[in-house]
């Protein structure tokens, strides 16, 4: 089974913003024990992650406030940060024993090596997990639109959308105490739903057309990741 992991840059910070060391041993921990469950149980679990980078900096908020800068200038700046988590999180990997590539959209060949479809899988194959940075490599795409093209790209089975809670209610949690979990959607409520702001409406509509599932899950709870690959029913599954 390969799937994408899709993790923002708010998920890899500190209170305090910058990067969380902790954080991120932790995750690659929780990588580690899905992979040795599902090879303990005769399967092989393949990761790509792809990273945001909003703990470090959000394109989009460059541009507010009538700025003088443009949104391309901004988006690429968002690129930057993006490969900037990739590169650290490949450390903390290595330092939790997780074998790990990786891999940019965006060209910066002093910093990390540039991605092509067939190399990366022939990473994923060897038994790497694969991070990507830089977006898809162009402004205005969103970073879970470059999940869901880098999915598709790698051929993966499913694509994790980490968030902060256990998966999507049809109201704000946070806000409406009798929200409700929904535990399945279709593309098509999840697009038509003005309410759901899971994922962009781009992304879940490429994720339609290609019918790739999407688990809307809470990344910081210890074994997600791996009951899901496990195939249990954990968060949101859209498809």
Not at 175 to 184: G, S, T
Not at 199 to 223: C, R, W
Request: proline share 2%; hydrophobic share 45%.
């Amino acid at each position: 089974m390969r799937i994408l992991l899709k993790i923002s840059g708010e998920q890899l910070g500190s209170a305090e913003g910058g990067f969380d060391a902790n954080r991120a041993t932790w995750i690659a921990e929780e990588v580690k024990k899905a992979q040795t469950q599902a090879k303990d149980n005769g399967k092989e679990l393949e990761v790509a992650i792809m990273v945001g980078g909003g703990n470090f900096l959000r394109g989009g908020n460059l541009t507010q406030d009538e700025t003088r800068i443009e949104r391309d200038t901004a988006d690429n700046a968002g690129m930057l940060a993006t490969i900037m988590n990739a590169i650290l999180l490949r450390d903390v990997f290595d330092s939790a024993g997780v074998p790990v590539w990786v891999f940019s959209k965006l060209a910066v060949s002093r910093v990390v090596e540039e991605m092509t479809h067939w190399r990366a899988k022939q990473k994923l194959a060897d038994g790497k997990v694969v991070i990507l940075g830089g977006g898809t490599g162009n402004p205005w795409v969103t970073t879970d639109s470059g999940a869901v093209n880098l999915a598709l790209e790698l051929d993966c089975d499913l694509v994790l959308k980490a968030t902060k809670v256990d998966g999507v209610y049809d109201s704000d949690p946070m806000k409406n105490p009798d929200a409700v979990k929904l535990e399945h959607m279709t593309y098509e409520e999840a697009i038509n739903n003005s309410k759901i702001r899971v994922m962009d409406k781009a992304a879940l509509g490429a994720a339609g057309d290609a019918k790739l599932p999407i688990v809307v899950f809470e990344l910081l709870k210890e074994g997600n990741i791996a009951r899901i690959a496990a195939g249990e029913t954990i968060g949101t599954r859209i498809e």
